[in-house]
């Protein structure tokens, strides 16, 4: 069953991130961004994973703020180190789901309004550009995929 990135909005992600703060702490009180690994103590088979969700989280919250509209990315930034994270970001697409399950994920990612159609557009261009060794056609992506996503998209928007 593929996992539609329309299911997870900035909104959604912000409450995730929330529900994952240590007990004790308001609503108005930040977490101690290495405190959130807490949730995950005890849950032996899903370490791995939730280790690899906790530190997306951590990644997410400086760019959680309210004032936080879509489109998320409305251009891309013209620097070099954003270039790396460009390349960065369509290489893990195309190593987890290959050349169409990236350009796939691009559409989605435009039609959720994360991206806007120019950067989509752009970063298709890019895709075209970076040849593929192997293919993993027909992998879908999940849910710590996109929020990945969102990861990169959020590290873009802050260069602009």
Do not use: C
């Amino acid at each position: 069953m593929t996992i539609n990135p329309r299911d997870y909005d900035l909104d959604e992600l912000r409450k995730m991130a929330r529900q994952q703060r240590p007990n004790g702490l308001g609503e108005g009180e930040e977490a101690d961004p290495a405190d959130l690994d807490v949730a995950f103590e005890g849950e032996e088979d899903v370490a791995a994973g939730s280790s690899f969700r906790a530190g997306l989280y951590r990644e997410l919250l400086p760019f959680l703020d309210d004032e936080a509209d879509k489109p998320y990315l409305r251009s891309l930034p013209q620097k070099y180190a954003a270039e790396f994270v460009v390349f960065e970001w369509l290489e893990f697409l195309l190593m987890h789901s290959g050349y169409q399950g990236a350009s796939d994920a691009l559409d989605y990612y435009e039609s959720t309004d994360w991206i806007t159609e120019e950067v989509q557009s752009d970063l298709a261009e890019y895709l075209r550009g970076i040849d593929e060794a192997g293919s993993n056609d027909g992998n879908d992506l999940g849910v710590d995929d996109h929020m990945l996503s969102l990861v990169y998209i959020a590290k873009l928007n802050a260069m602009v």
